[in-house]
């Protein structure tokens, strides 16, 4: 028998969104629109009892500018937009810790809304969350990636504090986080989050992989980058850049089997197989492929003595290059 896995070229691409603003879909499913903050920023002022703050955030995202809560007129700007970027990008976010009244609170930037509806940074009236009813503090999303990958450069004022990503997929559920509320968190599809530093105030990439809790496709996504792992934390000079986020779908073979025993040599960048067998060609139901993607799909034929597999990444119908 020979075994055939035809290859195609794949080819990972950032959302266009970032190259042509004006055909951006802000309910893109599988990649953020403004993945490397070179579309349009919006300014924000807003007042209170500390005075007037300004603040500059690039669109579909938001910070303590458009924040809900009590506490939000004394709040300080926390994003901007910086050109200290990594080769070849030409803007990026930079995300400042800020300290009114004396408190460090968390530079944050996330794609839902903020709540600040508490002095103390640690207390749960301080979080972020997906608004499903109003469509500028959502991002819709569908895929299953398997991983996460973003760009960052950190200067902290200690070398042992950590800055934090966390993207959450979830149903059409007001979400947020962080919470320990286990209501909340049933709604949680996947997630992928890290606690990180960088050194010598260097550009470094970043890829995490997507770990997940339930069998479903997602609604929502809730992404968020703050200055710190734990609220409060840190020092009011602590700044993270971000940069070129992307989703990462797999499109490859973690395994085959046919009639229950493992293809000699399997590699998953091997794609051509020779078998040989009993004379009976197998059918489609002895043949065990398992992909690395875990939204992908995969397709099996067979033509005479040749068996072909098509396994397409989660992202396929966005991204037809994205099959081997």
């Known amino acids: 028998i020979i075994l055939i896995m035809n290859k195609f070229t794949r080819k990972m691409m950032l959302a266009i969104a970032c190259i042509i603003a004006g055909c951006i879909n802000v309910q893109a499913q599988y990649q953020?629109?403004?993945?490397?903050?070179?579309?349009?920023?919006?300014?924000?002022?807003?007042?209170?009892?500390?005075?007037?703050?300004t603040e500059n955030v690039p669109q579909y995202w938001h910070s303590f500018g458009t924040a809900d809560g009590s506490l939000q007129s004394f709040t300080k700007a926390s994003v901007s937009q910086s050109t200290d970027t990594r080769t070849g990008s030409g803007s990026c976010a930079k995300i400042s810790a800020t300290s009114p009244l004396g408190i460090v609170g968390n530079g944050t930037l996330t794609t839902g809304k903020m709540n600040a509806g508490s002095p103390t940074p640690d207390e749960t009236g301080n979080y972020n969350f997906t608004d499903p009813n109003d469509e500028e503090y959502q991002q819709k999303f569908t895929g299953r990636p398997d991983a996460i990958s973003f760009w960052v450069k950190s200067k902290m004022a200690s070398s042992t504090e950590e800055a934090r990503m966390a993207a959450i997929l979830h149903d059409n559920f007001r979400y947020q986080d962080p919470t320990k509320d286990e209501t909340i968190l049933s709604h949680k599809i996947g997630s992928a989050e890290l606690n990180y530093t960088?050194?010598?105030?260097?550009?470094?990439?970043?890829?995490?992989?997507?770990?997940?809790?339930?069998?479903?496709?997602?609604?929502?996504?809730?992404?968020?980058?703050?200055?710190?792992?734990?609220?409060?934390?840190?020092?009011?000079?602590?700044?993270?850049?971000?940069?070129?986020?992307?989703?990462?779908?797999?499109?490859?073979?973690?395994?085959?089997?046919?009639?229950?025993?493992?293809?000699?040599?399997?590699?998953?960048?091997?794609?051509?197989?020779?078998?040989?067998?009993?004379?009976?060609?197998?059918?489609?139901?002895?043949?065990?492929?398992?992909?690395?993607?875990?939204?992908?799909?995969?397709?099996?034929?067979?033509?005479?003595?040749?068996?072909?597999?098509?396994?397409?990444?989660?992202?396929?119908?966005?991204?037809?290059?994205?099959?081997?």
């Open 198 to 324: 960088t050194t010598n105030e260097q550009w470094v990439q970043k890829t995490v992989n997507f770990e997940y809790t339930q069998d479903a496709t997602p609604s929502f996504l809730l992404l968020t980058f703050t200055t710190n792992k734990t609220p409060g934390g840190g020092n009011k000079n602590d700044v993270v850049y971000i940069d070129d986020i992307e989703f990462i779908y797999n499109s490859k073979l973690e395994s085959l089997k046919i009639g229950g025993v493992a293809v000699d040599g399997f590699d998953k960048d091997t794609y051509n197989y020779t078998i040989t067998g009993d004379g009976v060609v197998p059918t489609e139901d002895q043949i065990e492929a398992v992909s690395d993607g875990k939204g992908a799909s995969i397709e099996t034929t067979i033509n005479e003595n040749v068996v072909t597999i098509v396994v397409k990444g989660n992202d396929y119908s966005k991204n037809n290059n994205n099959t081997h």
């Open 32 to 53: 953020l629109p403004n993945p490397g903050f070179e579309g349009t920023w919006k300014e924000t002022t807003w007042g209170g009892l500390l005075g007037k703050s």
